[in-house]
């Protein structure tokens, strides 16, 4: 059961537009999200993350939307840089029954932003 | 560089085998998480340890053992090797138990032939 969903396996911009990738969770008691980037033959490094008490976070370029109702998360990037090329992973947390507050993530998203 | 070591970065073995995984935390960071990615898949949670006990399991098969020794460095056992585990392994680590936010190391990328 994946309680982490990115439906869309790629995503294709163009320098200086904006880039909006998409993340859906099924699990009610997630309470933290995060994103990751990752680039090939690295690991995944924390982009940034917003808790479930907001409903908005901002760092820079990117900018993290959180509808609880919806269980919908996005991440937009503004503006997209060809170095913003990578393999995008969402994640979430919340108490799993004891304080094993591990991170469930989403398959990922390949974003490419071309010149 | 992260801060989380994991040796070795490419291994190469046969069906049947056993492989060990090594994965050193960033300096402080009492919790181990490991991960696995496979072809098309995303990070599959296998298990975590904190301050040398495991706190929660995942996905992890009966072959597959790990432990988190006192200096607090980490391996993973792989044995009876199947084509299928073929994947990328990840270890993270971070400063508490509770996983709010991870560093990860640059994984091991295991090929079982």
Redesign the interface.
Known sequence: DQQ?K?NSPSLSVQEGRISILNCDYTNSMFD?F?W?KKYP??????LI?ISSIKDKNEDGRFTVFLNKSAKHLSLHIVPSQPGDSAVY?C?A?GN?G???????????TLLTVNP | D?G?TQTPKHLITATGQRVTLRCSPRSGDLSV?W?QQSL??????LI?YYNGEE??K?NILERFSAQQFPDLHSELNLSSLELGDSALY?C?SSVG???????????TRLTVV
């Open positions: 982490v990115q933290y995060l990751y033959a690295e690991g995944p490094t924390f993350s992973f994640a947390s799993s004891g304080s094993n507050y591990k991170l469930t993530f989403g398959k990922g | 992260s989380v998480y991960y098309d898949q995303g990070l599959q949670f975590q706190r929660a995942g990840f993270a138990r509770q996983g709010r936010g991870y560093t990860f190391g640059s994984g």
